[in-house]
């Protein structure tokens, strides 16, 4: 089992601001659209074997702990953590001189097609958005075990009167051949935290 802990780095980029007009309704709206969206690639990528043409896809049903989600409150006033929203469509590449550098990937990897899957000039790179907005930055942690991603925040006030805790963990089972040293998070000045992890590329045969 190998396990690595990825650095949450901070911005000043608010998510909602500028991508959804300052309108959190619509922020959550859209992550529960995303959820759906993470839930069909969990199935996807459950089947995928690297470096062996197009995959054989599960037709098991949703389920399991390759993807999962978990939020547990002791106080009335908490919202449920979200994923995030979706990005826009990929953007087409029809000049020959932008595939020219492109990488190359599994026929599977290449021809999926997904919102949360960003298709550019120099790579294809999951993209996703947790809500974690009720945390401190210093209480969140992500890290990768073999091929899972885990998103874990704890939150814990004691008083005379009463305690407060809250918990949220979101797990996402990534592509097998996902590196997990090129995975980044960033964590947004409201609480939006974005994974990116570059889809596995297929090594060039000299």
Known sequence: MSERRIDVNR??????????????????????RVEEEM?????????????????????QPYGGSAYSTSSSHHESSNRTGGFGAPLPPPSFHG???LMAHRPTYDPYLDNLKSPLIKDESD???????????????????????DNRLLVHAKHEEKTPQRTV??????????????NPEQISSTLS????LTV???????AIQQ
């Open 11 to 32: 911005s000043n980029y608010s998510v909602i601001d500028n991508e959804f007009g300052n309108m959190r309704d619509r922020f959550e709206q859209e992550m529960r």
């Open 39 to 59: 839930k069909r690639l969990r199935s996807e990528f459950e089947g995928y074997r690297p470096n062996g043409g197009p995959a054989a896809i599960s037709n």
């Open 95 to 97: 000049p020959s001189d």
């Open 123 to 145: 790579g294809k790179t999951l993209r996703l958005r947790f809500d974690v907005a009720n945390y401190k930055p210093e209480e969140v942690t992500v890290k990768t075990i």
């Open 165 to 178: 805790f809250r918990e949220y963990n979101q797990e996402f089972l990534l592509p097998r051949g996902t």
């Open 189 to 192: 000045t409201d609480g939006v």
């Open 196 to 202: 990116e992890a570059p889809l596995p590329q297929l």
